[in-house]
């Protein structure tokens, strides 16, 4: 039973200094994504860019940036009208939790700029503005550097009921 006790100790030993070297913290990584961004209500699209940095495995930074592509054309009592997402632009806090290798769910919150454009009747008006953001989704990583990502954002323009859904489908690149 010592010698049983003895060499249980003595591989414990052997082992520590490979666990505290697999319990080490990461080195900051950085990533990138181009993906396409639907904005809910306003029926407008826009491709999105993002530039991250994962401090560790469970936080990270990132910042985004969008151009409108798509439209939203309608018709208000007889008057042709179309509202244009022009551009945007966020920084936000994420939060993040592994699941496995490849899967990871994220929250994130921060603060950003929408620059909608809404004409009708010959009239031109700025729509959007200043937001706090806060949004969750999920990375599937399909290699050590690829990954897909799927997110929701909610922009909420002035705190009450002047809020904006978006969807955004992106190709993940870490480098």
Not at 82 to 105: C, F, N, Q, S
Not at 145 to 163: I, K, Q
């Amino acid at each position: 039973m010592r010698n049983i006790l003895l060499t249980a100790a003595a591989v414990s030993a052997l082992a520590a200094p490979a666990f505290a070297q697999s319990a080490a913290p990461e080195a900051p990584r950085g990533y990138g994504s181009l993906g396409y961004t639907y904005l809910d209500d306003a029926y407008t699209g826009a491709v999105t860019g993002r530039l991250g940095v994962n401090l560790n495995r469970y936080l990270a930074v990132e910042t985004e940036a969008s151009v409108g592509v798509r439209d939203h054309d309608y018709e208000l009592a007889g008057a042709d009208g179309t509202l244009k997402h022009e551009w945007d632009a966020a920084g936000y806090v994420v939060g993040k939790y592994p699941i496995g290798d490849r899967m990871e769910l994220f929250a994130r919150g921060g603060y950003g700029h929408t620059e909608l454009k809404q004409e009708i009747a010959g009239q031109t008006t700025d729509v959007g503005g200043d937001h706090w953001s806060y949004g969750a989704g999920a990375t599937y990583n399909l290699d050590g550097a690829n990954g897909v990502r799927a997110d929701w954002t909610r922009r909420d323009f002035d705190g009450d009921s002047n809020e904006l859904d978006s969807y955004t489908l992106s190709y993940v690149r870490r480098f």
